[in-house]
Antibody, heavy 123, light 110 residues
Framework: EVQLVESGGGLVQPGGSLRLSCAASGFTFSNYWMSWVRQAPGKGLEWVANTKQDGSEKYYVDSMKGRFTISRDNAKNSLYLQMNSLRAEDTAVYYC????????????????WGQGTLVTVSS | QSVLTQPLSASGTPGQRVTISCSGSSSNIGRNTVNWYQQLPGTAPKLLIYTNNQRPSGVPDRFSGSKSGTSASLAISGLQSEDEAEYYCAAWDDRLNGVVFGGGTKLTVL
């Protein structure tokens, strides 16, 4: 059974940092692109970033480039999101999602999602 | 303002057929496949339709997807109360080099 379990969320002050983790199981992690998607309270879904199977390619939404860094450790079946210079508008539930197994980016299919971890940026 | 445009809301009575539209551009829907996600209240999104019109295992055939040019549609036939949820379309955008979502459509079953 495919499982994605996020952790690391919590309350952080504006300007602070947080590192989210996503533990994957039930599939060959290294075969898949992986993504982070977030959802602000009462708002829609917003894709954050994704990383290729071997971590050699990473893509980010423009508004988070330079502040957020996606990474993965295939030996640990884990996905990470390092978030720096956090702002109030980064407050959201952050979901880890399994992306496609294609060799190139563009055929994104989020077929499995974690339960999400809440990040609250507030003083 | 989302890159993909969806109606804010849709509604229907049990048994009816409803459609939800998703309008994009040549850099996203025009060039890449569209996926649809269903999000029930308080839960994580779930893949409903992928690659324009394919249903994952376990998704009833009441749900169908289509794409034409720079637009896509999700159709739900034989509407049921448990279909009441938020629905999102998504696609890769070649100009933005990222995934773009629609703003979401809240479906109400009257």
């Amino acid at each position: 059974e495919v499982q994605l379990v996020e952790s690391g969320g919590g309350l952080v002050q504006p300007g602070g940092s947080l590192r989210l983790s996503c533990a994957a199981s039930g599939f060959t992690f290294s075969n898949y692109w992986m993504s982070w998607v977030r959802q602000a309270p009462g708002k829609g879904l917003e894709w954050v970033a994704n990383t290729k199977q071997d971590g050699s390619e990473k893509y980010y939404v423009d508004s988070m480039k330079g502040r957020f860094t996606i990474s993965r450790d295939n030996a640990k079946n884990s996905l990470y999101l390092q978030m720096n210079s956090l702002r109030a508008e980064d407050t959201a539930v952050y979901y880890c999602a399994r992306d496609s197994d294609a060799p190139i980016v563009g055929s994104t299919i989020f077929d499995y999602w974690g339960q999400g971890t809440l990040v609250t940026v507030s003083s | 303002q989302s890159v993909l445009t969806q109606p804010l809301s849709a509604s229907g009575t049990p048994g009816q057929r409803v459609t939800i539209s998703c309008s994009g551009s040549s850099s996203n829907i025009g060039r890449n496949t569209v996926n649809w996600y269903q999000q029930l209240p308080g839960t994580a999104p779930k893949l409903l339709i992928y690659t324009n019109n394919q249903r994952p295992s376990g998704v009833p055939d009441r749900f169908s997807g289509s794409k034409s040019g720079t637009s896509a549609s999700l159709a739900i036939s034989g509407l049921q109360s448990e279909d009441e949820a938020e629905y999102y379309c998504a696609a890769w955008d070649d100009r933005l080099n990222g995934v773009v979502f629609g703003g979401g459509t809240k479906l109400t079953v009257l």
